[in-house]
């Protein structure tokens, strides 16, 4: 009676405090008797949390130190302790007996306080107690406490006095291992699927059924409103209030634009304005379209088409700046080009003085101004390319973003004292997500730049703003590193590379000149875009590491590929399917095994361990510097430059750029200066013109009239490292900016030049 009557006040009291919400307590009654019970570790308050609000008083294992630690004295005089030694097997057996009694304990799997922000180091032993004992487990997220003075999070959180803490009981279940699996390989099993368990445990700790907009209003409310999240090469800097107030003014101007549900494109590179434009189109519950300002007028125009746009937001200054005179031109021959500067004259004292009064009650505002937006609504539209050259338009809803920031955030926490350096172009899902959104919702601040080719003064920038965390391609980290200063790098605490296989020269030049690891992960845009990533937890060179939190995957059989197979992928984050030419609506992912999964078109190896290996592709793409480029199109491109001849574009390794384009033609005299010609004329982007012209007396084929391109490109690698067997012809290179790389992306290039 005595022990129901202390809970009860302790809960009062701590409700009172901490206005402590439990979800899910159903789930304890149907674990049954014989049970585990495991949470996250993120707080000295996590124990009183568990005993306070558990029906019963569970047994809490506990190791010797923090048993003989005075500070837990008082609280430890009130529950069963199971004093384990982590070091002694015998500790472990007499666990797994305890709960073979038809008992419940408590065990924190980490072991110790979280001093990082997410999962620390999973112990062997709970994985084991849990499948000796053959025991249900009961996991619990706790979420909140971590914010508060009883954390160690001191100097790397958002610290409060009295932050709102959640306890979610999630349903009961048992480790899933193969029984065929015995001795050190079960152990080692085991241990890997409650590290599994606990991330999925931290995945389920954030809320992402809900709008992208109401996602920044509740970081806003966590981190506070004047914590500072944005900062440009301008150096102009925004807080929370001051974003979300600058995006209600702007939707009060741009609203009759447009009706909800609508596509707006945005022209506009990474500066703040551009997530002001996309945060104002969030709060309308308009679907933005980021557009790629470095594709060239014809694709810009086919993804207009495509996504059925018809009004399109950039800023004057960006069009001079970038030489994009002709392509707004085109533009508006066909739609609505609106210019922030003209926006900005419409904007009166009295417009700004709402805004400023909203921003101080954004949620009550947003929710009379949208009401309940859907999250698995259109929240943004990509642009990819399509197997044919046209690009394809992929539609990701607020969940597809949300989640997958709930499962990076598992593995690379955002913390408020971060800074991330984005240089990545925002028109990318990597750039967009992880570069801009994943920070504003994880309360770090992202510096944005305009081009990631600048390969002196990024690392100089990023030693000047002692920046944290910085995403890149293999390209731009191996043109950073032999351009930097060997102390410039080194306030980064994460650094990870996509988007282009990171290759182990780059790797080692890091890691020699800067002590520091290179994380390498894996995504895809129709995925939001990452798929998988290596962690300071769990790394494995040549890999892209283990698939995230809720992504399920296999590998679907390649005729010629003995080994691995097309990666297909299912989870939250898989996008909401297609705008492709022709079709109405969107196309959702489908595969043999029904809606929902996504085939990657990436051949892929899976080890025993789930760490995931890219083989190659298989659509004929070329991934130059991080950026596909459609052979197909390349070969479209060769045939309007010469229409009587026959034509193929072909793949090479590059060490440089990842991959080199070469095209291969029967045209005797063709010279890669013509083709250079008719695509300026016609104008593609410039990473469509091939790297190398290759002649050949005639095209190899097979027995149904195909380009044969297997052959071809056995050839063209023959030539490329012989230069002999067929005749060639090498032609002068693009010239190239600073660090030798192509000037795919010269319209960022110059608005950096203009603004120096």
Known sequence: MLIKSAKFLLRCL???????????????????????????????????????????TPTFAINTQISAQNKFSFFLKFVDLFIMDPTSPLSTKSMIKFLREDRKAVIFPEGRITKTGILMKIYEGPGLIADKADAMILPIAIDGAQMTPFSYMQGRGHIRRFPKISIRILPP???????????????????????????????????????????????????????????????????????????????DAIKDDSTAGEHLGILLPNVNATAVVFMALQHLARVPAMLNYSAGTQSLLAACQIANIKTVYSSRRFIENAGL???????????????????????????????????????????????????????????????????????????????????????????????????????????LNAGLLMPLLGGSKAFLYPTPLHYRLIPELIYELSATILFGTNTFFKGYARHAHVYDMHSLRFTVAGAEKLRDDTRQQWMEKFGIRVLEGYGVTETSPVISVNTPLANKIGTVGRPLPNIDCYLEAVEGIAEGGRLVVRGPNIMLGYLLHGEDGIRPPATARGTGWHDTGDIAQIDEDGFISILGRAKRFAKIGGEMVSLTMVEELAMQTWPDFNHAAVSL??????????????????????????????????????????????????????????????KALEEDAHGSGWISRLTSLIKKPEGGQDSSQAAAEKIENKSQ
Request: with cysteine; charged share 25%; hydrophobic share 40%.
């Open 14 to 56: 701590l409700r009172l405090l901490y206005r402590v919400e439990v979800q899910g307590m159903e789930h304890y009654d149907a674990a049954g008797e014989r049970v585990l019970i495991v949470a996250n570790h993120s707080s000295l308050l996590d124990g009183v949390l568990l005993y306070a609000w558990l029906p019963q």
């Open 173 to 251: 279940e048992k480790l899933k291992i193969a029984e065929h699996i015995q001795g050190h390989a079960r152990r080692k099993a085991a241990a890997l699927a409650m590290q599994d368990l606990m991330f999925r445990l931290a995945y389920l700790g954030v809320n992402y059924q809900q709008s992208l907009f109401s996602a920044l209003l509740g970081a806003a409310k966590k981190f506070g409103p004047k914590h500072r999240i944005l900062e440009d090469f301008n150096r102009e800097s925004l807080n929370y209030r001051q974003l979300i107030m600058r995006s209600f003014i702007l939707a």
């Open 325 to 431: 005179e002709e392509t707004a031109q085109a533009l508006e021959e066909q739609l609505k080009l609106i210019y922030l500067e003209d926006l900005r004259e419409q904007v009166g004292p009295l417009a700004k003085l709402r805004g400023l009064l909203r921003s101080h009650y954004p949620r009550r505002h947003y929710q009379r101004q949208s009401g309940q937006v859907d999250p698995k609504s259109p929240a943004v539209i990509l642009f990819t390319s399509g197997s044919e050259g046209t690009p394809k338009g992929v539609v990701l809803s607020h969940e597809n973003l949300l989640s997958n920031f709930a499962q990076v955030q598992c593995h690379i926490n955002f913390l408020p004292a971060d800074i991330l350096f984005t240089c990545l172009p925002l028109f990318h899902s990597f750039g």
């Open 653 to 714: 390794p590059d060490e440089r750029k990842g991959e080199k384009i070469v095209l291969v033609t029967d045209k005797q005299d063709a010279t890669r200066k013509e083709i250079q010609h008719m695509a300026r004329r016609l104008k593609y982007a410039e990473l469509a013109i091939p790297r190398k012209v290759v002649l050949a007396e005639a095209l190899p084929v097979l027995g149904t009239g195909k380009t044969d391109y297997i052959t071809l490109t056995q």
